[in-house]
């Protein structure tokens, strides 16, 4: 059977798209790929995009945890010590952390973009992955979390 490379990329709906753009490359680090009408593609990386963001205006719905459709999509980085740096980082651009998790081989962080979108920020050590089961807690906490 065929299947799949990878994920590649995530396209999200929002009220205004220059507010979300200014999120997403001061917050996370995307740069702007495109522009096409409404639409703006951004990317962490060369590649295409791996984020399009949509404008719908300001009379949309809000998002709702009530309904089917996305809980999050997550963003990885290199390392812990990356990882405790966007703690750092989303404190000081006063993001609300939602909440923080952990396994036995990765840690991550939760919280919404400004129109709610859900969004994670995790580290996964792949060696621990392949030798470590699921439960537990990763071995090193994040410091500065607000909650």
Same mark, same amino acid.
Request: net charge negative; no cysteine.
């Given at each position: 059977? $065929? #299947?799949?490379?990878?994920?590649? /990329?995530?396209?999200?709906?929002?009220?205004?798209?220059?507010?979300? +753009?200014?999120? @997403?490359?001061? &917050? *996370?680090?995307?740069?702007?790929?495109?522009?096409? #009408?409404?639409?703006?593609?951004?990317?962490?990386?060369? /590649?295409?995009?791996?984020? $399009?963001?949509?404008?719908? #205006?300001?009379? &949309?719905?809000?998002?709702? +945890?009530?309904?089917?459709?996305?809980? /999050?999509? $997550? =963003?990885?980085?290199?390392?812990?010590?990356?990882? %405790?740096?966007?703690?750092? /980082? *989303?404190?000081?651009?006063? &993001?609300?952390?939602?909440?923080?998790?952990?396994?036995?081989?990765?840690?991550?962080? @939760?919280?919404?973009?400004?129109?709610?979108?859900?969004? +994670?920020?995790? @580290?996964?050590?792949?060696?621990?992955?392949?030798? %470590?089961? =699921? +439960? #537990?807690?990763?071995?090193?906490?994040?410091?500065?979390? *607000?909650?």
């Amino acid at each position: 059977m $065929a #299947g799949v490379k990878n994920l590649g /990329h995530a396209n999200i709906r929002v009220r205004d798209v220059e507010r979300s +753009e200014k999120f @997403y490359t001061e &917050v *996370l680090g995307l740069h702007v790929v495109q522009r096409r #009408g409404k639409t703006v593609f951004l990317s962490a990386r060369e /590649h295409s995009h791996e984020l $399009a963001i949509g404008a719908m #205006g300001d009379d &949309v719905l809000e998002p709702d +945890e009530t309904r089917i459709g996305t809980n /999050h999509f $997550a =963003w990885e980085v290199e390392s812990f010590d990356q990882l %405790q740096e966007m703690v750092h /980082h *989303l404190n000081s651009k006063g &993001v609300d952390i939602l909440r923080s998790r952990s396994n036995n081989f990765s840690t991550g962080l @939760y919280f919404n973009d400004p129109d709610g979108n859900g969004l +994670e920020i995790y @580290y996964e050590d792949l060696e621990a992955f392949r030798s %470590q089961p =699921w +439960e #537990g807690k990763y071995p090193r906490q994040l410091e500065g979390l *607000l909650h």
